[in-house]
């Protein structure tokens, strides 16, 4: 069945340090991706989004690009802040398909 | 403006009772989901709700679980006989058209049950 594979944490960098986390998915069709965050205390929030292959999905610094070639959708950041310490989920959703399968998510530590 | 909220935020029951955990979703949404997440893992799916209908139930565990959406806008996921395996946390997302996989689903901080 379909499902969203992404790097185990805990990921500790320092402050302004260049971040990826790695997020892979397999799916029988073609899948939305989508990058939730959740800060300490919060719900989840969605990050960024790609509907289609080679789309790009940015917010607040963070980018994904949507790779079919090699199933994946990396998250990056050039520049890290202390603020950005959260957990990263990676999730997919099955060609017209609204459930969204989740990865186990990559908690991301950032010190000053 | 208010965003998905969840009651209770924490729940303690006893193995064997049962349990109501509710769900008020932004106004005018009418995608309503809930999903379980066990500690240290993402989110799985449990049910779906457009409107007062709901479409998609394959994620409950079991017949012990129900949820419903009688008005269309309040949701509350019912938990019969809790076993311990039962407990994590319940979240709720609600999301503005009907479940197109691009619609931007919006989470509420969940609520966490404890199975003694």
């Known amino acids: 069945g379909d499902s969203v594979t992404q790097m185990e944490g805990p990921v500790t960098l320092s402050e302004e340090a260049f971040l990826t986390i790695n997020c892979t998915y397999t799916a029988t069709g073609y899948p939305s991706l989508f990058w939730y965050v959740q800060y300490p205390g919060e719900g989840l929030q969605l990050l960024l989004k790609?509907?289609?292959a080679d789309d790009k999905g940015s917010n607040k610094g963070f980018e994904a690009t949507y790779r079919k070639e090699t199933t994946s959708f990396h998250l990056e950041k050039g520049s890290v802040q202390v603020s950005d310490s959260a957990v990263y989920f990676c999730?997919?959703?099955?060609?017209?398909?609204?459930?969204?399968?989740w990865g186990t998510g990559t908690k991301l530590i950032i010190k000053p | 403006g208010a965003g998905v909220s969840q009651s209770p935020r924490y729940k303690v029951a006893k193995r064997g009772q049962d349990v109501a955990l509710r769900c008020d979703p932004i106004?005018?949404?009418?995608?309503l989901f809930w999903y379980q997440q066990a500690l240290g893992q993402g989110p799985e799916f449990l049910t779906y709700?457009?409107?007062?209908?709901?479409?998609?139930k394959s994620g409950l565990p079991s017949d012990r679980f129900f949820a419903e959406r009688p008005e269309g806008s309040v949701s509350t996921l019912k938990i019969q006989r809790t076993q311990q395996e039962d407990s994590a946390v319940y979240l709720c997302?609600?999301?503005?058209?009907?479940?197109?996989?691009?619609?931007?689903?919006?989470f509420g901080p969940g609520t966490r049950l404890t199975v003694l």
């Open positions: 709700f457009q409107n007062e209908a709901q479409l998609d």
């Open positions: 997302a609600s999301s503005l058209a009907s479940g197109a996989s691009y619609n931007e689903q919006f």
């Open positions: 106004s005018g949404h009418v995608s």
């Open positions: 790609a509907t289609k």
């Open positions: 999730a997919s959703t099955p060609n017209s398909n609204y459930q969204l399968i």
